[in-house]
């Protein structure tokens, strides 16, 4: 169960992810081929231990309103749902169970910077790759669309691993951040 303060938390943050993806980065377009999509940091950072349909609505809704402010019907909701519902087996897989502590959150502070980065890269490359294809949906666009989606997706990880450094890491000693 969350408290108040983690609900609060997360709904600014969810806040946040939408007005910064509508009103910033939905701007950004470095020759076709780099658009930053921070908005699933928020899917990424919601606490080990939400229950799965409240993952799947919010994955939706943040998704939705995204496309609400990029005149893309449905395009980001698919790809946020698609990597709210792969989450949990990525969780699995990448993070060990001892570490999954009611109310924690996959960051550096919890989890380290190498599993960081990894479960983050392997789920925003999977979001990524989703959303280039429904947006491109053509078989001629394959080589350009994987492009897009890789180059991307490397921005985007950079940048959440820059807000992971910033607002995630305090407690951490140095050495403690790279295990």
């Given at each position: ?20 993806q509508g009103l910033i ?22 606490p080990f231990d939400m ?53 924690n959150e996959p960051t ?72």
């Open positions: 169960m969350m408290s108040s303060n983690k609900i609060m938390i997360n709904i600014l943050r969810f806040v946040a992810f939408v007005l910064i980065l939905n701007h950004v377009n470095i020759n076709g081929y780099l658009n930053p999509l921070l908005y699933v940091m928020f899917i990424l950072l919601l229950s799965r349909p409240l993952t799947l609505i919010l994955a939706f809704l943040l998704g939705y309103a995204v496309d609400l402010f990029s005149g893309t019907p449905g395009m980001h909701a698919a790809a946020s749902v698609f990597v709210a519902f792969v989450r949990p087996y990525f969780m699995d897989a990448i993070l060990k169970h001892d570490e999954e502590e009611t109310g550096i502070r919890v989890i380290g910077f190498r599993k960081v980065v990894y479960y983050n890269g392997v789920l925003v490359l999977i979001h990524h790759m989703i959303f280039f294809f429904i947006e491109a949906f053509r078989i001629s666009e394959f080589l350009q669309t994987m492009v897009r989606a890789l180059l991307s997706s490397v921005i985007t990880i950079a940048l959440i691993i820059v807000i992971q450094f910033l607002f995630f890491s305090k407690s951490k000693t140095r050495s403690g951040l790279w295990r």
